[in-house]
């Protein structure tokens, strides 16, 4: 069994990779639930839902968030009659995210994932990092901002200067998924807001400090593999690029995945993790996604 520390972009892409290749009952996905919030009613978990869009084989590649083909009706609509959107949700997906916003009426946040994954014949076992609610304060040249009104509606451009966020308690059975994998694996999704806040979370350093731990650098030169990575890192004093996400995992990681354009890296990193793997993380395709996961599973296969 393999356990994967997820956000909503680059680890959803090694996530199809690793499903080719073994059992998707034997995958547990540790999401980030960082960027929550209600959207015109709804609840939006935007990396929950392009995890196990991706898992059920629907998400749309072309974005990386929402479903493949979808329509967009109802936002259509609103926009007519005076009622825009900060998102643009499509109408299937907006069915998802409705339910889910019933479901939060009765039940946990971990048990609404868990009820909504087997309704779209997902296999893997999908857990959100906290059934608490998260906050996230990015402090900019223009003032403090939730999350997706920096990304989407300032469209990621002020410069930040902060970034802050709470610290919640672990969904039901996230600690033990760490402690019990064969191998945990870090994906390639921004360290700051996407890994870091599943870290944060008390007592899974010390799991992960007990697990064996891969993690696959998101940064590729000294640029991420996608989302503004690149600045949050520089705004909290990290190096912006491979050796600096190392460092930010240094205490825990016992192998890193870099990518062939980063080989210089190589003998630095060594200093902080003994086992250093180059090979092309850059995944353009299904094939690529396919032997990035081979590399990384090795033994397991």
């Not at 009659?81 to 946990?108: F, H, M, S, V, W």
């Not at 990621?156 to 064969?182: C, F, R």
């Not at 064996?212 to 030169?221: D, E, F, H, K, L």
Request: hydrophobic share 40%; proline share 5%.
């Amino acid at each position: 069994m393999i356990t994967i520390l997820s956000g909503g972009t680059g680890t959803p892409k090694l996530i199809q990779g690793i499903t080719k290749l073994m059992d998707p009952r034997k995958i547990n996905v540790l999401v980030n639930t960082l960027e929550n919030s209600y959207f015109s009613g709804v609840c939006v978990a935007a990396d929950l839902d392009t995890v196990m869009y991706t898992l059920a084989g629907i998400i749309n590649e072309k974005t990386w968030y929402g479903i493949a083909d979808d329509t967009f009706i109802t936002h259509e609509t609103l926009n007519e009659i005076n009622c825009p959107e900060t998102l643009r949700i499509g109408d299937r997906d907006r069915a998802i995210k409705i339910q889910k916003t019933l479901l939060l009426e009765r039940y946990p946040l971990s048990k609404v994932v868990d009820i909504q994954r087997k309704a779209l014949g997902v296999k893997s076992r999908v857990i959100p990092m906290s059934d608490e609610s998260s906050h996230v304060t990015i402090t900019t040249d223009e003032g403090n901002m939730a999350f997706h009104d920096f990304l989407v509606k300032h469209q990621g451009k002020p410069e930040v200067l902060d970034i802050k966020y709470n610290t919640v308690e672990p969904a039901p059975g996230l600690i033990e998924s760490i402690e019990e994998a064969d191998k945990v694996i870090i994906g390639p999704s921004n360290p700051v807001t996407s890994i870091g806040p599943i870290i944060s979370i008390e007592g899974v350093v010390d799991a992960l400090k007990k697990s064996y731990v891969t993690a696959v650098s998101p940064i590729i030169g000294d640029t991420p593999v996608s989302g503004p990575a690149a600045k949050f890192m520089d705004a909290l004093g990290h190096e912006v690029s491979c050796k600096g996400v190392a460092a930010m995992y240094q205490e825990f990681l016992d192998e890193f995945v870099i990518d062939i354009k980063d080989r210089i890296y190589e003998k630095e990193i060594e200093k902080l993790i003994s086992n250093v793997v180059v090979t092309n993380t850059n995944m353009k395709n299904i094939g690529d996604k396919m032997m990035l996961a081979k590399s990384i599973l090795g033994e397991i296969l």
